[in-house]
């Protein structure tokens, strides 16, 4: 069975710093792999997932991950944080599968705190 | 821009009533999904429908659960007999495609206080 872990339930970071979120996942297949981020009162929203080919991946609000397969890790990076950053974050990992239906499992997610 | 949308955003029940959780997925998708979030707790899958039926439920879907999508527009879960521990956020997610690489969208969900 796949599992996805999120190390910190709370990371906190001045504007303008460095944001590290740290996603592990176990499968004994690499797997898809996603971040989603959610805002209040709002649903999750993808911020950028890992298929296949070039192992970092860029998404939305300037955002990147690195999948390193020999980690089983997949790391979000943002080098500067901005106020609108403060959200929950979510790893999920899914299964390769084609042309079905596909369960994510999350992680237990991370807040991220942004100070002036 | 197309997004998922979930009717209520909050539900208050009494246990041991049903309840109807309403979605309405992006129009072209054809895979829906429900998860739900426990207070304090990782989102978790419960159940997938494609081409009218369902396509993997969870240990948690058992059979005071169900899902429908009584017409072109519209997904729902239905809950039977409410306990306690159903309280949580339940997020209704669509994908135009199936497959485990392609994005689900997520509605904003509905928060379900079971008393």
């Known amino acids: 069975a796949q599992s996805v872990t999120q190390l910190g339930s709370h990371v906190s970071v001045s504007e303008g710093a460095l944001v590290l979120l740290r996603c592990n996942y176990s499968?004994?297949?690499?797997?898809?792999l996603f971040w989603y981020v959610q805002y209040p009162n709002q649903g999750l929203q993808l911020l950028l997932k890992?298929?296949?080919?070039?192992?970092l991946v860029k998404g939305i609000n300037g955002f990147e991950a690195e999948f390193k397969k020999s980690e089983t890790s997949f790391h979000l990076t943002k080098p500067s944080a901005h106020m609108s950053d403060a959200a929950e974050y979510f790893c999920?990992?899914?299964?390769?599968?084609?042309?079905?239906?596909?369960?994510?499992?999350f992680g237990t997610g991370t807040r991220l705190q942004v100070t002036l | 821009e197309p997004e998922v949308t979930q009717t209520p955003s909050h539900q208050v029940t009494q246990m041991g009533q049903e309840v109807i959780l309403r979605c309405v997925p992006i129009?072209?998708?054809?895979?829906f999904y429900w998860y739900r979030q426990i207070l304090g707790q990782k989102v978790e899958f419960l159940v997938s429908?494609?081409?009218?039926?369902?396509?993997?439920k969870s240990e948690i879907f058992d059979d005071q659960f169900s899902v429908e999508r009584p017409d072109g527009s519209n997904f729902t879960l239905k809950i039977r007999s409410t306990k306690l521990e159903d309280s949580a956020m339940y997020f209704c997610?669509?994908?135009?495609?199936?497959?485990?690489?392609?994005?689900?969208?997520f509605g904003p969900g509905t928060r379900l206080t079971v008393l």
């Open positions: 129009s072209n998708h054809l895979y």
């Open positions: 890992y298929t296949t080919g070039a192992t």
């Open positions: 999920a990992v899914s299964d390769r599968l084609t042309g079905t239906a596909s369960k994510l499992t």
């Open positions: 997610a669509s994908s135009e495609y199936g497959g485990g690489a392609n994005e689900q969208f």
């Open positions: 499968s004994s297949v690499p797997p898809y």
């Open positions: 429908f494609y081409n009218n039926e369902i396509s993997e």
